[in-house]
């Protein structure tokens, strides 16, 4: 290929958006940056689908609705607690993982005070009792593996802490459009000297209030005034002493204790890493774990010390041992009672987090997260274990090679623009799209690394593109004004138009996610070759003259096409009630789709909604319809004794709908000259017409990505549905999974 020597307009062109995004890119703007966190999402959720290897050493201790019930009411348990339980719950939690040989257990749950009013625990003998909280502790000791919750704002009492093997952060950094991608590796938490304590309490002061300055603290009372504390060059502050009160003796204000992340402190007992001697280096983005025998973790994080999830994973993954908390109650009270036979060993050598997957309660514990908006969110801290087990973290480019992928995209574009034809160009420049997007994809599902897609592809690739598309066709129109100019003198003007190789029109489609609906009234067309062969067989009988034949014919079409406009209009106002578009009716058979021209997120639900509304509408008008044939069979013997042809009685007609949701091209299908017609075509326009061909009579059928439409948004609807048998289907390749939607 001649390469096109690349004029001055066009490179400054490509230079100003390179440099336009460049710019957008640097100064982080929220909206790109959003828009990029919905493709990482997406990459997560499609990397559910590959397998990948996991640690097989992690499990989940669940307090469910069931633990709740179970607690509350089971005779079995030989006590009864609501919603609040006393601590020794979890003391007797912590007795079972122990006798099973369960190497480290952590727990999701915050234990900010301790609890003298919690009932106390009755001790073997029958006779002892103890109270709840230092039962609790006692089994944290006995345990010696048991790790507390702790945040920024929350830290255990001194009685759990000390009896403690240790402690976690659970704190949860979600973005700013509110789903939790991140972690934070650890935090720092800070403890105030006692005298401090008190000092804040006595003037009702919270701590996070204090201002921590070079020479002194400051309290801020309620009154507007201050309390200082004065602090020496070494930031110290004189407290009393106990030997001398003439001399007052010198203590730190407080002391800063780094926390680590729950799930990392879960691995670094798995693999013996040291983590009060970790390498910390936030400005090259890594936290360097080491272990026994040389060995160590790096953990990529950002300058804040955070890093992103892998949500590997989930509740259900076969890897993740699981198990209600009330089974290890009943285990641990069948073991106090010596009734050992037949007690499992579940959770022997295994890492355990104990937490909340209840819902509709003060225990909930769920949120957004790439995976789904409703998440288990203890699920972060064995997700977090798994990466720092297997040495495998998310990465996601730096800055700089941000810029140097939108650079060597947008050169690249630019070349391919310039020197290829337009139609070619575009072609060339959607393949580009296509392979750097499945490169994104590959390279994230196979090594977990995050290149950038918004600002490469929306910005270097296809704003260049645009851009230098639209100087040329500029460029190309005042061409093709030259070029008619020179030559509409010398030739004809046929010859002009070919040169010119203007386009009588053109006409662009847009893709867009749409749910597609088709209704077809079963049993007309029977209906319609009946009707017409009674009418024969009067003409034929009463020998009628070719007038008056005619005359019953054209009467019998009215009829037939008030039938059908009677129940197409059915179908067509429930479409119109529930925000459909209309396509088309193809003889009795109604096309409609959602989502286009106007946005409907919950496309798929109205179409379903307007589906059942159909079906009633069509059993409402059978109903009215069968009433009639009294009143006319009545009329039919006086048209007799006329000599009339008698009208055919109502029969039932039924409505067979297909429903399927996906991305179609949708616009205007035509030209100026003819017909236009906003219309929407693709292979997920012809699946839903399947769906109705299979649909049978009086049932609706939807399609597998339908149903999961109506999962997100409006789960009521379906858990009315039924899943049947997949089918099989003209023009698709692989079985359909179906379901049937309850109308009636």
């Not at 429930?574 to 919950?602: Q, R, S």
């Amino acid at each position: 290929m001649k390469l096109q020597r690349l004029k001055r307009t066009p490179f400054l062109i490509a230079a100003a958006v390179l440099a336009l995004v460049c710019g957008l890119r640097a100064l982080h703007f929220d909206f790109p940056e959003r828009l990029e966190r919905m493709t990482y999402d997406f990459r997560v959720r499609t990397a559910q689908h590959f397998p990948t290897a996991t640690a097989t050493n992690l499990a989940f201790v669940s307090i469910e609705e069931s633990s709740i019930a179970a607690v509350k009411n089971s005779d079995e348990l030989g006590f009864h607690f609501g919603l609040y339980w006393p601590r020794q719950i979890y003391g007797r939690v912590v007795e079972e993982l122990s006798a099973q040989g369960a190497k480290t257990v952590a727990f999701d749950i915050l234990f900010d005070s301790l609890r003298h009013d919690h009932p106390a625990v009755v001790m073997a003998n029958g006779r002892d009792l103890m109270e709840s909280d230092e039962f609790f502790a006692q089994q944290m000791r006995l345990a010696s593996n048991v790790l507390i919750a702790v945040t920024q704002e929350i830290s255990p009492p001194k009685l759990f802490a000390t009896n403690a093997l240790g402690h976690g952060d659970i704190s949860a950094s979600k973005d700013s459009d509110g789903i939790l991608r991140r972690a934070r590796a650890f935090c720092t938490v800070r403890h105030w000297h006692p005298l401090i304590e008190n000092a804040a309490a006595k003037n009702q002061v919270k701590l996070d209030a204090l201002l921590v300055e070079k020479t002194r603290i400051v309290l801020p009372l309620a009154n507007g005034e201050t309390l200082e504390i004065p602090l020496d060059e070494h930031g110290e502050m004189a407290v009393k002493s106990k030997k001398n009160s003439a001399t007052p003796a010198r203590a730190a204000p407080f002391t800063d204790e780094r926390v680590w992340h729950m799930g990392i402190v879960l691995a670094a007992q798995a693999l013996s890493l040291d983590l009060d001697h970790a390498k910390i280096d936030l400005s090259h983005g890594k936290i360097t774990l080491l272990g026994a025998g040389g060995s160590q973790r790096v953990i990529p994080v950002d300058g804040e010390g955070c890093f992103y999830i892998d949500w590997r994973l989930t509740q259900d993954d076969p890897q993740l041992t699981c198990a209600p908390i009330e089974k290890l109650l009943f285990q641990d009270k069948h073991r106090l009672l010596g009734e050992t036979n037949g007690l499992a060993d579940t959770f022997k050598g295994k890492l355990v987090v104990v937490g909340s997957a209840a819902q509709g309660n003060d225990l909930t514990d769920r949120g957004a997260t790439p995976l789904e908006n409703d998440t288990l969110l203890v699920s972060k801290h064995w997700n977090v274990a798994n990466s720092v087990i297997t040495g495998q973290f998310i990465r996601r480019t730096t800055p700089g090679e941000d810029l140097a992928i939108i650079i060597f995209l947008g050169l690249f574009t630019a070349l391919l623009t310039w020197q290829l034809r337009a139609f070619a160009a575009s072609g060339g420049t959607i393949l580009l799209v296509a392979g750097y997007t499945a490169l994104a994809f590959f390279s994230f599902i196979e090594f977990r690394l995050w290149l950038p897609l918004m600002f490469p592809v929306l910005g270097a690739i296809l704003i260049e593109h645009v851009s230098l598309v639209t100087y040329r066709v500029v460029f190309e129109e005042r061409e093709q004004r030259r070029v008619k100019s020179v030559f509409s003198k010398i030739v004809s003007p046929e010859i002009v138009h070919e040169l010119l190789g203007a386009e009588k029109i053109s006409l662009g489609g847009a893709r867009r996610e749409v749910t597609v609906l088709f209704a077809d009234v079963r049993g007309f067309t029977t209906f319609t070759d009946q009707l017409q062969e009674e009418i024969a067989e009067y003409v034929r009988t009463h020998d009628v003259d070719l007038l008056d034949a005619e005359k019953f014919y054209e009467e019998s079409a009215r009829e037939t096409l008030e039938t059908v406009n009677l129940y197409l209009a059915a179908v067509a106002d429930a479409v119109k009630h529930h925000g459909g578009t209309l396509d088309k009716y193809i003889g009795d058979c109604v096309m409609a789709f959602w989502n286009a021209p106007v946005a409907n997120e919950k496309h798929a639900p109205a179409a379903v909604a307007a589906a059942i509304e159909a079906q009633r509408a069509i059993h409402e008008l059978n109903v009215k319809r069968l009433a009639e044939n009294t009143a006319r069979e009545l009329d039919n013997r006086a048209r007799i004794a006329a000599g009339l042809p008698p009208k055919p009685l109502h029969i039932a007609l039924q409505l067979g709908t297909g429903i399927n949701t996906g991305t179609v091209i949708v616009g205007l299908m035509g030209s100026n000259q003819h017909i236009l017609n906003y219309t929407v075509f693709g292979r997920e326009v012809n699946l839903a017409s399947r769906l109705e061909g299979v649909s049978g009579s009086g049932r609706i059928i939807i399609s597998d990505t339908t149903y999961n439409h109506l999962l997100r948004h409006a789960p009521a609807v379906a858990a009315t549905c039924t899943e049947l048998f997949p089918v099989t289907v003209k023009g698709i390749k692989n079985a359909v999974r179906i379901y049937e939607v309850a109308w009636k």
